[in-house]
């Protein structure tokens, strides 16, 4: 099993970075130099690569060029975390630069689906090089304190496919021996005084993407992968696998938000944001979260939130009422005012996204998880809950998150906006929570339960656009008042269709069915 931290680091640092007093301080032997052809392989129509797999052949010279060997490495399966790549490698030495399937097959095992797919002789025969990536690598040997051994790549270079190339400036840790919480802990060390960012795809992932598009495109929002959670799964082991899910859609949308204009990125990551914190939670009494991880969480909540706002009153809100009231107002100008507060918040949450705060975040976050030293805060008698079965928990989970619901709905009809505000983010919590067990419930019972709790939120969800617009409306009044007209109308209009919509939401409870734990 390789199991790798990936960092992303600007061409400008690399001088600082060689120069870190910290690879000095650890290194075991002086750093070596090589270059690094590497070609990677596969079907034309990508079975490898559909298979969550990957193979290349390598050429490695030494720092004037000189070649000293070949090398073939099949990859397969694993996964990310935080940057943490763990995955399934063989390698053996080959004549040239073609994969020698025979080896790789004896490496792997006859038994294995990997060997099965390695023997497909109808598919192997169709093999042909789909990319190919060049770097320098400088490597350093490392024995960090604790004596986890490590072996740090610095890699520059670029992923070629046809005529489109791509720069390659990353760092690879690869753990040798010891605790993978460690390599989270030497890169927050490194991070004191070299700007780094955790990177969560690999050099194959960027090649197969570049085939695939032909040319750089820009990153799509990604939504949570549903979760598949096993009855026989632990507290514990449940909620490794729900954060790791959580941190797998923010960092999915990093791309989209700091180098995109889709709010659909804003959004994704926000929601990955709210998950995120809401299973932090849900779990709060049996894994405890540090306190200044939860105020840094607050603090990314905070700046994608104004991003998010803006942008959906700027779209979404205004877009809606002109609709309906095309004559009423002035809206190019409005809508122009708005986009232009919308843009300033964007570049200011991809900013927040880029930054050295967001990155540390995320290594304390890895270092966290990696090492369960939530742990550390508990007694041992308190720590006898995490390895108890997942499922009663999650049983008792959403029952308790149901009855908060059902307690704040009472107010629903002749509520305040701030009471019905406390309803959405309860069944917003309790869709979360049916989120994270959905693998372990039946279906034909968890379904209707999640379309009625959608709809309620969905409902309240567009109260608290109206409540939001309202705030950003004046806002704008104050900045731009030659759109004071303009802005009364569209409040005006949303009070409006809000009451409208506060009247039916005492009939959208009634229909509320009621829950009934149907776990497997």
Not at 394 to 419: F, I, S, V, Y
Request: proline residues 6%; glycine residues 6%; contains cysteine.
């Amino acid at each position: 099993m390789e199991i790798e931290l990936k960092l992303l680091l600007d061409p400008a640092d690399v001088a600082a970075f060689r120069r870190h007093p910290l690879l000095k301080q650890h290194a075991v032997a002086k750093p070596r130099q090589q270059q690094l052809t590497s070609i990677y392989f596969d079907t034309p129509d990508l079975n490898f690569r559909r298979h969550d797999a990957a193979l290349r052949v390598r050429a490695v010279s030494g720092r004037r060029g000189h070649l000293h060997h070949w090398v073939q490495t099949f990859k397969a399966g694993g996964q990310v975390v935080v940057g943490l790549h763990q995955r399934e490698e063989w390698e053996s030495r080959v004549e040239g630069p073609r994969p020698e399937l025979a080896a790789l097959i004896a490496l792997v095992g006859p038994g294995s689906s990997w060997a099965e797919l390695l023997s497909n002789r109808a598919m192997t025969e169709q093999l042909l090089p789909i990319f190919t990536t060049r770097v320098r690598r400088t490597t350093w040997l490392l024995r960090l304190p604790q004596g986890d051994e490590v072996e740090l790549a610095l890699d520059q270079g670029e992923v070629q496919h046809g005529a489109v190339q791509l720069p390659i400036s990353e760092i690879e840790l690869e753990l040798k021996s010891g605790a993978a919480a460690q390599l989270f802990d030497f890169t927050l060390a490194l991070l004191q005084t070299v700007p780094l960012r955790v990177g969560n795809i690999s050099k194959a992932e960027r090649g197969f993407a570049l085939h695939a598009l032909h040319a750089p495109q820009r990153p799509a929002a990604v939504e949570a992968v549903p979760l598949d959670l096993t009855p026989g799964l632990t507290v514990e082991q449940g909620f490794q696998a729900i954060i790791g899910n959580c941190l797998a859609q923010i960092q999915g949308n990093e791309a989209g938000v700091a180098q995109g204009s889709n709010p659909e990125s804003v959004h994704q990551m926000r929601v990955g944001l709210r998950r995120l914190r809401s299973a932090l939670g849900l779990f709060g009494k049996v894994a405890p979260c540090p306190a200044v991880l939860q105020q840094e969480l607050v603090w990314l909540a905070g700046e994608l939130g104004v991003a998010r706002d803006w942008e959906v009153f700027a779209g979404d809100t205004l877009g809606e009422v002109a609709a309906a009231c095309p004559d009423q107002v002035q809206w190019a100008s409005l809508q122009q005012a708005a986009l232009d507060v919308a843009r300033k918040n964007r570049q200011e949450a991809a900013a927040a996204v880029a930054s050295v705060r967001y990155t540390r975040l995320l290594l304390s976050l890895g270092g966290w998880l990696q090492g369960a030293r939530w742990r550390e805060a508990l007694a041992p008698p308190e720590q006898e809950p995490l390895a108890a079965p997942l499922t009663p928990f999650a049983t008792q989970a959403l029952a308790r998150r149901h009855r908060r619901l059902k307690k704040r709905a009472r107010l629903l009809p002749d509520g305040t906006p701030q009471a019905r505000h406390r309803v959405r983010i309860v069944a917003k919590n309790l869709r979360y929570a049916a989120g994270f067990f959905q693998s372990l419930c039946r279906a034909k019972r968890l379904q209707p339960y999640v379309a009625a709790l959608t709809g309620l939120q969905a409902a309240l969800g567009r109260l608290n656009d109206a409540s939001v617009a309202d705030r950003l409306l004046r806002q704008l009044a104050q900045t731009h008042p030659e759109l004071a007209p303009s802005t009364r109308f569209v409040q005006s209009y949303l009070s409006v269709r809000s009451e409208r919509e506060v009247r039916q939401l005492g009939k959208l409870w009634q229909r509320f069915p009621p829950f009934k734990p149907a776990l497997r």
